[in-house]
């Protein structure tokens, strides 16, 4: 006959098997509950862990001793499938165990229980009979270096449907309805109870594993602790979901689990799409979230059935790549379509192949609300579409007007069919390299200092934020007053102090270089001051 199982090596290598030691009181109270208990009293001192519930016992010691056995009845055999570990993890970790039950006392030499097969099949001649009573308890001598650890993660305890003690002091009760009913969904999954937030819930049945807070006949399954959970199964009834055996730590990926999300992902459809379609909710953030559901999770016939989507308007030309501007905008079927607007800039190209500038449609920057695009979510109802509308902007450059500064500046005539006026563009390829065309002043570049900053000129890797934004403008002032000729007021505080001059009155000041004088403009009088 072939030895299937190699006892002797199994039973030295069980202690390595265990990880938590904590986990050792989570499979007493299973073992309390499957046995009917409405109490379980826990204590621990000098080392000594001590347990008592108030269930049926058991009447044969037997199953206690037995590799992957149990006596349990056979609705918890067919609902729980009880894996006839747990005792033993106990072994693992202690010196020495004594039992008490129906079947009377017996006491456990841990140590000469994993290593001495003799021992182990002696075990059941150690049961003293006349010391038997109701219920079920464990005194359990622990090894040194897991004393300290035993009552880690306690509060697991919450989720049992027991009366908890832990040194005499009572484990909080807690209820998945308590703590989940006002998730979005409250519906019943062969029996049990399912909890379903539809915010960030997960689009395949691999993320939903991350995000399932499973518990299981009171025992919280390997749910991410430190993440908020989209899907609560509170199983109390059969077995729709396997946990993976011995410790249930994890939730087995298999049919049932594939049946399982199929039921979450319909159900969360069909909430959205009830949400999308119903009058009751206005709020757009919220609809919007419900459409990212429909837009991950849906099929498309289903898709197709949404009386009300989202598209993105957003500016291409002043935007560039900052998400936050962009504006979500909610449509209905019979609603006028969206309008998408693209840029096509003319009369630069002899200027720029002259220049040998290389520049993308992408480097183009113009003020708020020159152009307005639309960003058509890739899954969407087929009614929902835009109207695409051409923009021309034609550039005549005025000869000899260039001028170099940390861009090039050159005066020119702007012409455009767009629905406001148009008086700079900025074509910036990178934070040095670009020109700047204006029709009528250079100050108008403060219209794209907020896009091209953002998009070309700001570095992760550099100096904060704002010194880099304040060392950029003083740049472009400094272009803007060398082509102008109008100079900043802060620039000649000091000349204008000596001579007589309060600066909180001054309106303007122009500088005329030939004539080496200053024309300053107050709220009562033009003054002239010679400069040097």
Known sequence: MIKTVNEDRLFSLLPYFFDNPSSVVIEIAQNAQRSGATRLDITLENGILRTFDNGSGTDNAGPLFVL???????EVEENQKPAGW????????????????????????????LSDGTYRAGILSNIDTSRGFSGFSIEAVLRAEVKDRILEFIDRLSWFPLDSTVNGLP??????????????????????RVYIKTSNFPDSSQRLLDKLKTIWYGIPVNTRWWTNPSVVLDVTEGTPLIPVLPYRQTIKQDEKFDAFWKFVRNAVVEHSMGCINGAEIKDESRLKAHM??????????????????YFVKYEPHHDGENIFTRSVHIIGKDDILPIDEELVLMGLDEFFTKESFDH??????????????????????????????????SVTVEPGSLYGGRFNWVKALIETDCSMPVKLIAVISDSCSGYIFYSDTPVDVYDVVDPVFDNRVYSDEGDQWDSQRCYFEEELQNDVMSITGAYRLHKL????????????????IEV????????????????EVRIE
């Open 292 to 309: 990212e559901n429909m837009e991950r999770l849906g099929t498309q016939v289903e898709i197709d059935r949404l009386e009300r989507f």
């Open 86 to 113: 747990g005792l033993f993890f106990l072994y693992s970790i202690a010196e020495a165990v004594i039992f008490a039950s129906k079947f009377g006392t017996v006491e456990v030499d841990c140590h000469r229980y």
């Open 512 to 527: 005329n270089r030939a004539g080496k004088t200053m024309t300053v403009r107050t709220e009562k009088e033009i003054r």
């Open 68 to 74: 992957a056995d149990s006596s349990w009845s056979e």
């Open 493 to 508: 505080l000091d000349g204008l102090l000596v001579a007589g001059i309060t600066p909180e009155g001054v309106l303007s």
């Open 360 to 393: 993308d449609h992408e480097d183009i920057f113009l003020a708020e609300g020159t152009i307005k695009s639309v960003n058509l979510p890739e899954r969407r109802p087929g009614w929902l579409k835009a109207k695409t509308v051409t923009r021309t902007i």
């Open 171 to 192: 484990v909080a009760r807690k209820n998945a309805q308590d703590e989940f009913g006002n998730y979005d969904i409250c519906t019943v999954y062969e029996g049990n």
